[in-house]
């Protein structure tokens, strides 16, 4: 019998939540589909036979993708923010998803093929604008500000002043 965990992310996917699951699992570390489960019978958004959840790990938290149909799209009130640890790993991340069909946004923000909204965030960047020091919090965040994909050198350019 499978564990289910006490709380795990839902999110809603037009027919597409298994094609979501594996390219997560293919993309981020400590990621997996876990399962697949089909449809017993027909229903509005699919077929019998049709994938209807797709239990899968993405960065070790737990979610579940439901194929609900058109009725709902993602939008930016929710994202996954991934801190990454240099530019490499932000460049990795940011590229997988925009070369998979996602679109770029601002300061760090990009959306996956899917809709999902991904924060692509360098921890010298969170480091920064929360830093003590009030002209070096401003200074990380007038800089990314003029920013899609975060650029770690300017921000530790912005940080020196």
Same mark, same amino acid.
């Given at each position: ?11 809603? $996917?037009? %027919?597409?939540?298994?094609? =979501?699951?594996? &390219?997560?699992?293919?993309? $981020? +570390? ?7 489960? !089909? ?6 958004? %699919?077929? *019998? %036979? ?9 960065? /070790?938290? +737990?979610?579940? /993708?439901?194929?609900?149909? +058109?009725? &709902?799209?993602?939008?930016?009130? &929710?994202? &996954? *923010? ?9 460049? !990795?991340?940011?590229? =997988? ?10 300061? /760090? ?10 924060? @692509? ?5 969170? *480091? #920064? ?5 009030? #002209?070096?919090?401003?200074?990380? $965040?007038? #800089? ?5 994909? @975060?650029?770690? /050198? ?8």
């Amino acid at each position: 019998m499978t564990t289910i965990a006490k709380n795990r992310v839902c999110l809603w $996917f037009d %027919g597409d939540a298994e094609a =979501a699951a594996k &390219f997560y699992a293919s993309t $981020f +570390p400590d990621s997996s589909v876990d399962a697949v489960h !089909r449809a017993p019978s027909d229903y509005p958004a %699919g077929k *019998q %036979g049709d994938a209807l959840t797709v239990d899968f790990t993405v960065m /070790g938290i +737990p979610c579940m /993708g439901l194929n609900g149909g +058109p009725a &709902f799209s993602h939008n930016e009130s &929710f994202s &996954f *923010q991934v801190a990454t640890n240099d530019q490499a790993e932000t460049d !990795r991340y940011w590229n =997988a998803i925009i070369a998979n069909g996602g679109e770029a946004s601002a300061c /760090g923000w990009c959306k996956d093929q899917w809709g999902i909204s991904w924060q @692509i965030t360098p921890v010298a960047l969170t *480091q #920064a604008i929360t830093s003590s020091d009030a #002209a070096v919090a401003k200074r990380a $965040f007038d #800089a990314m500000l003029t920013m899609t994909k @975060i650029d770690v /050198g300017a921000i530790v350019a912005a940080v020196r002043g």
